[in-house]
């Protein structure tokens, strides 16, 4: 959808949730010496500024970013790590790092990034900030369709990196058959798909028919930010094909703590993350790995 625009939400609980993720996976997977393939399906621009243009109409950065900055509980390892990579990314080039930034600053030499973006304008940034890359394409095309274009790589391991809009509605579908092209062709790769957590059917419906594709190793997480209502995002959720097996070891101390950090308002989780029945204000959060 050429009219959506993430910097309005750059920084947000939703990118924290995803970013988190993706930065721990990158990191585990570069652990091996053989090349790899990311591949991002809606780039973005790169990077944005907090403090001028779109991202200061709403601020979403305050219900995310800033409060990891501003958390005053101890946080586990896994967090911390995160949180300074963040901090250093911005320390670094003036701007939160979107999703392509973050990758570029984990992968290696010898590691391919893979763009795709419609948007003109964030296009650009793109093309501005990679410019000269070898290690670099940027695609101004449909990152749905592209995913064929690229699989399998010769390396025979990539990660791919599904992040939509979700504001036009056949991105539902779309995302289901990227994925069912993408497990046709190369199904050992790690794929990455993050969704919103809303109250129509199609959305809650996706996470179940995404993880019905697969029938190997796979990972669903949800967060949910604030309480369930009609209208609007409260939370968002991942599904993940393959993840590396480090994040079994890590998840179960971060995720609950990851909550507290990014949730509305609320009182104690639980060790598991579950709700305490006492708090009127708590939301919750669940993830479970499936073999």
């Not at 763009?115 to 990679?130: G, I, R, S, V």
């Not at 791919?160 to 509605?169: R, W």
């Not at 996706?206 to 930010?225: A, C, D, F």
């Not at 308002?265 to 006492?278: I, N």
Request: hydrophobic share 35%; glycine share 6%; aromatic share 12%.
């Amino acid at each position: 959808m050429l009219a959506y625009r993430h910097a309005f939400h750059a920084g947000n609980h939703a990118d924290i949730l995803k970013h988190f993720f993706l930065f721990h996976s990158l990191s585990y997977m570069i652990q091996k010496d053989v090349p790899l393939l990311y591949m991002d399906t809606h780039a973005g621009s790169g990077a944005y500024s907090l403090h001028s243009g779109y991202a200061t109409q709403n601020e979403e950065w305050r219900t995310g970013f800033q409060r990891l900055l501003d958390y005053p509980g101890p946080i586990p390892a896994s967090i911390q790590q995160f949180k300074d990579f963040l901090e250093q990314c911005i320390a670094d080039c003036g701007r939160y790092p979107g999703s392509p930034l973050i990758a570029d600053r984990i992968l290696r030499t010898q590691d391919r990034r893979v763009f795709y973006e419609l948007h003109p304008t964030d296009y650009e940034a793109l093309q501005q900030y990679f410019e000269g890359s070898k290690q670099v394409s940027i695609l101004r095309s449909d990152g749905f369709e592209g995913i064929k274009a690229f699989l399998p790589p010769p390396s025979r391991r990539a990660c791919i990196f599904i992040d939509p809009s979700y504001e036009m509605p056949s991105d539902y579908g779309k995302v289901v058959a990227a994925l069912k092209e993408g497990l046709r062709r190369f199904a050992t790769g790690t794929y990455i798909i993050w969704y919103p957590l809303l109250a129509k059917e199609t959305a809650q419906a996706l996470p179940k028919e995404l993880l019905s594709l697969y029938p190997g190793n796979r990972l669903h997480v949800e967060i949910q930010t604030e309480h369930k209502r009609e209208r609007g995002m409260y939370g968002s959720g991942l599904v993940l094909l393959n993840p590396p097996w480090a994040l079994q070891q890590l998840l179960p101390e971060a995720i609950p703590v990851l909550t507290k950090i990014l949730r509305e308002t609320g009182s104690e989780l639980r060790a598991d993350g579950t709700e305490d029945e006492t708090s009127p204000s708590i939301p919750a959060c669940r993830f479970q790995f499936f073999t």
